[in-house]
């Protein structure tokens, strides 16, 4: 069973006790039943299966409970804490220092998507300001230098290796010697993998460890093949002092269950989670928030943190516009820039409460990134003087030319130009009824500033802007309700910092 399965599967049982006119004993051990076959299901170590179904049977006794307990919620939070504790190990990650050398040395098998990851934790910490550079030490794999060559360039991240060097530990020397003279602060050095646990890799592994002494061993860890990541991790564990674990290819439809378990086991804590082939699929691992979003409960501070990558606050000028009812079209445009920014919809689904990471499938979701981006094509055609009219649309419709300017600059027909600027007055709309709710914009606590009524008119407004199926899959109206107040909780601010705007075109 995939993970997105798993995830539906545990949330159905937890509901089914919502469903009960009484809560005991039988119910308990029906759920319990229900939630073990899942997770069993979903490639779990059985023996921790049954730990998880022993402990919350252990916290919850219905001779011992007092009468008027909330035994529904008590029920919740004890199965909610043991899937934390199945991927928890309980040690503190590793975590880097500002402002000095930081060595992170890569081990693993072939195949497991090393040297992908290690791109991708580059690309991770220099999106976050670091120094972060890339360094070659796999002399086993014909073109293993080709591939973090091009990773490299292609993510602008600087990089070591060689054509003619054939000894690893010389490569992770001199590479780790060079970044650290240049004021490296993360230094990456990827090592060779084998097709299998080979005397010779944890050899040379070992070697490379004593000659560049790193400050973190990651282990990345394939969630492909299952239960057998436990034996693997255990064996490059007694070999070198992992200390960290990243798991690969665990996005929604992966069986990932039983590498998620083989890591409580070694007692090394996960520090990321690849979710995908592109160097953005890739998320910092908490444990509680990942559980959260398994069993579509969200991830606020995940949500707010991706907001807060993009720099929001720092675009008064939007806000100003926001609360006199402005929105022009290059306003619009540099929320799709922001929407881009923030990563797959998909991901950023599965951080609101209420939705699971599988929200829309790859189709839809490539579907919608591909509108997105011809909808900014069109307004790449679009001049000045078109973008910042505060009248939007009006501008076309005095200029009938003007659309077929932009069609033939864009390579679209008539129609597509359009549907654009239809789409646009919608928003534009919308923005006006907003900039006329008093409190809106004032930050805290929306429900406490803003009128019911007024915001009961704003989420109709919303709802007649949005594309009926996208309506749909949000559970209509009442979804969308609550969305904005998740939004609008999790966020602490005002919906002006979630409207930022984002960079000139």
Same mark, same amino acid.
């Given at each position: 069973?995939?993970?997105?399965?798993?995830?539906?599967?545990?949330?159905?049982?937890?509901?089914?006790?919502?469903?009960?006119?009484?809560?005991?004993?039988?119910?308990?051990?029906?759920?319990?039943?229900?939630?073990?076959?899942?997770?069993?299901?979903?490639?779990?170590?059985?023996?921790?299966?049954?730990?998880?179904?022993?402990?919350?049977?252990?916290?919850?006794?219905?001779?011992?409970?007092?009468?008027?307990?909330?035994?529904?919620?008590?029920?919740?939070?004890?199965?909610?804490?043991?899937?934390?504790?199945?991927?928890?190990?309980?040690?503190?990650?590793?975590?880097?220092?500002?402002?000095?050398?930081?060595?992170?040395?890569?081990?693993?098998?072939?195949?497991?998507?090393?040297?992908?990851?290690?791109?991708?934790?580059?690309?991770?910490?220099?999106?976050?300001?670091?120094?972060?550079?890339?360094?070659?030490?796999?002399?086993?794999?014909?073109?293993?230098?080709?591939?973090?060559?091009?990773?490299?360039?292609?993510?602008?991240?600087?990089?070591?290796?060689?054509?003619?060097?054939?000894?690893?530990?010389?490569?992770?020397?001199?590479?780790?010697?060079?970044?650290?003279?240049?004021?490296?602060?993360?230094?990456?050095?990827?090592?060779?993998?084998?097709?299998?646990?080979?005397?010779?890799?944890?050899?040379?592994?070992?070697?490379?460890?004593?000659?560049?002494?790193?400050?973190?061993?990651?282990?990345?860890?394939?969630?492909?093949?299952?239960?057998?990541? &436990? +034996?693997? !991790? *255990?064996?490059? =564990?007694?070999?070198?002092?992992?200390? $960290?674990?990243?798991?690969?290819? #665990? @996005?929604?439809?992966?069986?990932?269950?039983?590498?998620?378990?083989?890591?409580?086991?070694?007692?090394?804590?996960?520090?990321?989670?690849?979710?995908?082939?592109?160097?953005?699929?890739?998320?910092?691992?908490?444990?509680?928030?990942?559980?959260?979003?398994?069993?579509?409960?969200?991830?606020?501070?995940?949500?707010?943190?991706?907001?807060?990558?993009?720099?929001?606050?720092?675009?008064?000028?939007?806000?100003?516009?926001?609360?006199?009812?402005?929105?022009?079209?290059?306003?619009?445009?540099?929320?799709?820039?922001?929407?881009?920014?923030?990563?797959?919809?998909?991901?950023?689904?599965?951080?609101?409460?209420?939705?699971?990471?599988?929200?829309?499938?790859?189709?839809?979701?490539? &579907? +919608?990134? !591909? *509108?997105?981006? =011809?909808?900014?094509?069109?307004?790449? $055609?679009?001049?000045?003087?078109? #973008? @910042?009219?505060?009248?939007?649309?009006?501008?076309?419709?005095?200029?009938?030319?003007?659309?077929?300017?932009?069609?033939?600059?864009?390579?679209?027909?008539?129609?597509?130009?359009?549907?654009?600027?239809?789409?646009?007055?919608?928003?534009?709309?919308?923005?006006?009824?907003?900039?006329?709710?008093?409190?809106?914009?004032?930050?805290?606590?929306?429900?406490?500033?803003?009128?019911?009524?007024?915001?009961?008119?704003?989420?109709?407004?919303?709802?007649?802007?949005?594309?009926?199926?996208?309506?749909?899959?949000?559970?209509?109206?009442?979804?969308?309700?609550?969305?904005?107040?998740?939004?609008?909780?999790?966020?602490?601010?005002?919906?002006?910092?979630?409207?930022?705007?984002?960079?000139?075109?």
């Amino acid at each position: 069973m995939v993970l997105a399965d798993l995830g539906r599967k545990i949330t159905s049982a937890l509901k089914s006790l919502s469903n009960a006119t009484i809560i005991d004993e039988d119910v308990l051990n029906s759920m319990l039943n229900e939630i073990c076959r899942a997770l069993l299901e979903a490639d779990v170590n059985i023996k921790l299966v049954k730990k998880l179904k022993e402990n919350v049977k252990s916290v919850i006794d219905f001779e011992e409970m007092a009468a008027g307990l909330n035994k529904r919620k008590m029920i919740q939070t004890a199965v909610f804490k043991e899937l934390v504790k199945l991927v928890d190990p309980g040690v503190k990650a590793w975590t880097p220092v500002k402002g000095q050398p930081n060595v992170v040395m890569f081990v693993g098998l072939q195949g497991s998507g090393k040297t992908t990851t290690c791109t991708k934790l580059a690309y991770y910490y220099q999106k976050k300001g670091w120094k972060a550079c890339l360094i070659c030490a796999d002399t086993f794999r014909a073109g293993a230098f080709d591939q973090l060559k091009q990773n490299a360039a292609k993510a602008r991240i600087p990089f070591f290796g060689s054509y003619t060097e054939d000894n690893p530990v010389i490569l992770a020397m001199d590479g780790v010697d060079k970044f650290k003279a240049e004021g490296f602060e993360i230094i990456i050095v990827d090592t060779s993998g084998r097709h299998k646990q080979e005397d010779s890799l944890f050899e040379e592994m070992l070697q490379v460890s004593n000659a560049v002494n790193p400050d973190n061993i990651v282990f990345v860890m394939d969630a492909s093949i299952g239960q057998a990541c &436990e +034996s693997q !991790a *255990r064996a490059f =564990k007694e070999q070198v002092d992992v200390a $960290s674990v990243i798991i690969t290819k #665990l @996005d929604g439809h992966s069986k990932g269950g039983g590498a998620l378990s083989a890591v409580a086991a070694t007692k090394s804590p996960v520090i990321f989670i690849g979710t995908g082939e592109h160097t953005d699929d890739f998320e910092q691992f908490k444990t509680k928030p990942f559980i959260s979003k398994l069993l579509g409960m969200g991830d606020i501070e995940g949500l707010i943190d991706k907001v807060n990558e993009l720099n929001l606050d720092n675009n008064e000028e939007l806000i100003n516009k926001l609360k006199h009812g402005e929105f022009t079209l290059r306003d619009m445009y540099e929320q799709f820039q922001n929407i881009m920014k923030m990563g797959p919809f998909s991901q950023i689904m599965g951080l609101i409460p209420g939705f699971s990471s599988d929200f829309m499938t790859k189709g839809s979701e490539q &579907e +919608s990134m !591909a *509108r997105l981006k =011809k909808l900014m094509t069109i307004m790449d $055609s679009m001049n000045d003087e078109e #973008l @910042d009219n505060r009248e939007g649309a009006k501008i076309f419709v005095r200029g009938p030319g003007r659309v077929q300017r932009v069609a033939r600059g864009a390579g679209v027909s008539v129609k597509e130009v359009q549907e654009l600027l239809q789409q646009y007055q919608k928003f534009a709309q919308m923005v006006k009824k907003m900039g006329g709710i008093k409190g809106l914009f004032k930050g805290g606590d929306m429900s406490k500033n803003v009128n019911p009524a007024q915001m009961q008119k704003l989420n109709q407004s919303i709802a007649r802007a949005m594309d009926p199926r996208v309506l749909h899959q949000l559970g209509g109206m009442n979804g969308l309700q609550n969305m904005m107040k998740q939004f609008q909780q999790g966020a602490g601010g005002g919906m002006g910092g979630m409207m930022g705007g984002g960079g000139n075109k």
